[in-house]
């Protein structure tokens, strides 16, 4: 049984940092693609970052550049996204999500993701 469960969100105030973890299980993470997203209601599920199977890496928009980090270790089947400088606007939902398939690089494009997990609430406020 495929498995995705995010950790790590949480209150915290404007220029601090949290580090997302997303705990996989139920598959071989070496064969798949991770991605994070985040989700604020009303509005769509936009893409932050993504790791490839071969650790190519993205970071998806303008807000995220400088600030987010991906990393993943496949030995304990998770994925993190560490997170500095934290605004405001970043407060969402953050999910992640396993894409199958060896590949050199990623894309944060919803639809080309198989598994999501069940998000995590990130909230940046004073």
């Known amino acids: 049984q495929v498995q995705l469960v995010e950790s790590g969100g949480g209150l915290v105030q404007p220029g601090g940092s949290l580090r997302l973890s997303c705990a996989t299980s139920?598959?071989?993470?070496?064969?798949?693609?991770i991605g994070w997203f985040r989700q604020v209601p009303g509005k769509e599920r936009e893409g932050v970052s993504c790791i490839s199977s071969s650790g190519g890496r993205l970071y998806d928009g303008d807000f995220v550049k400088g600030r987010f980090t991906i990393s993943r270790d496949n030995a304990k089947n998770t994925v993190y996204l560490q997170m500095n400088s934290l605004k405001p606007e970043d407060t969402a939902i953050y999910y992640c999500?396993?894409?199958?398939?060896?590949?050199?690089?990623?894309?944060?494009?919803?639809?080309?993701?198989?598994?999501w997990g069940q998000g995590t609430q990130v909230t940046v406020s004073s």
């Open positions: 999500a396993a894409r199958a398939g060896r590949r050199y690089d990623c894309r944060t494009s919803v639809d080309e993701y198989d598994y």
């Open positions: 139920g598959f071989t993470l070496d064969f798949y693609t």
